[in-house]
């Protein structure tokens, strides 16, 4: 097969430099670990708005997904599993976040009822949230100190590393 046939040398010079740069998009810094996690306000699922950071002196994980992701619908039943482990009866003691983005709205709200999530889930339209705090492919997890500073940022299959997630959801307290 004769590849000059259908591919010119500047079109594959152009493709592979912007494979290279991140997939099209513009440069997105991770955050640093102890730094305060960014305030942003996002609207959830149920309508209401509420800052990202206010989550009332407890400490929180925060996992950006899409719809379309095998591993971010595969990661939903161990975050779930956490979620009901420190917020059993009245006390929560740590609070979670689920934020789609890289999706359609109706198809990540489609996944957030389907999988019937026990805690607040946004929807990051246009992935302003997920930009400012430097994510850039789902699933990421980002665990968050009571005080509001980034612990740790986990990026792709929690059910991959199972025992570490939960490890590292119980250092938050």
């Not at 509001?148 to 299959?157: A, I, L, P, T």
Request: proline share 6%.
């Amino acid at each position: 097969m004769n590849w000059k046939r259908y591919f010119s040398v500047p079109s594959v010079v152009v493709f592979l430099s912007l494979l290279t740069t991140g997939c099209f998009e513009e440069n997105v810094m991770p955050l640093k670990i102890g730094a305060k996690a960014p305030p942003s306000m996002l609207t959830l699922l149920n309508g209401e708005t509420k800052d990202i950071t206010d989550h009332h002196g407890r400490a929180q994980v925060v996992t950006f997904m899409a719809s379309w992701c095998p591993c971010s619908n595969e990661s939903i039943p161990l975050i779930k599993k956490a979620f009901e482990q420190h917020n059993s009866g009245t006390e929560s003691r740590i609070s979670f976040l689920m934020i789609g983005f890289q999706s359609p709205k109706r198809k990540f709200d489609d996944i957030a009822r389907k999988w019937g999530l026990p805690f607040p889930v946004a929807y990051d339209d246009g992935d302003k949230i997920a930009r400012a705090y430097g994510i850039k492919a789902p699933p990421t997890t980002v665990f968050i100190d009571a005080k509001g500073h980034v612990k740790r940022v986990f990026y792709g299959n929690i059910k991959d590393v199972e025992k570490d997630f939960l490890r590292w959801t119980n250092e938050l307290l």
